[in-house]
């Protein structure tokens, strides 16, 4: 009898540990989806499936939307894009993903990027 009653304990503890796990995974799998590198990995894995870059093109091109995207969510996110300082430092950081891909890309490639930009 007593040996029912602490294997229905154990069960007990189990299941509520099982049931805190799945929570705590689901909540950090939300929180990684809206860190930058996450964010640049997706980019760069859609840029590479339409523009055909090699691996070199495809690690500088994370980098740069890493530093990109952390820039963007440290200033700019959650902001109002009216305000004059909000919108200007919004471009100059667009301006320097611009300014980097370039150096990375061949001309085709670029145009062709740039189109995606403005998707």
Known sequence: MNDMKNIVKILAIALIMVAGVQHTTAQSLSQDSD??????KKKVADISAKL??????QRALFRYYTSYEM????NI???DLNQPK???EKKEYLDDLKT???KTLND???????????E
């Open 77 to 79: 996110a959650g902001k």
């Open 108 to 118: 085709e490639q670029y145009k062709t990027w740039l189109g995606m930009l403005k």
């Open 86 to 88: 909000v919108a200007a």
């Open 52 to 57: 055909d870059i090699n691996d070199s093109q």
């Open 71 to 74: 820039k963007y969510k440290k």
């Open 35 to 40: 860190r930058p590198e996450v964010i640049a």
């Open 100 to 102: 980097n891909v370039k």
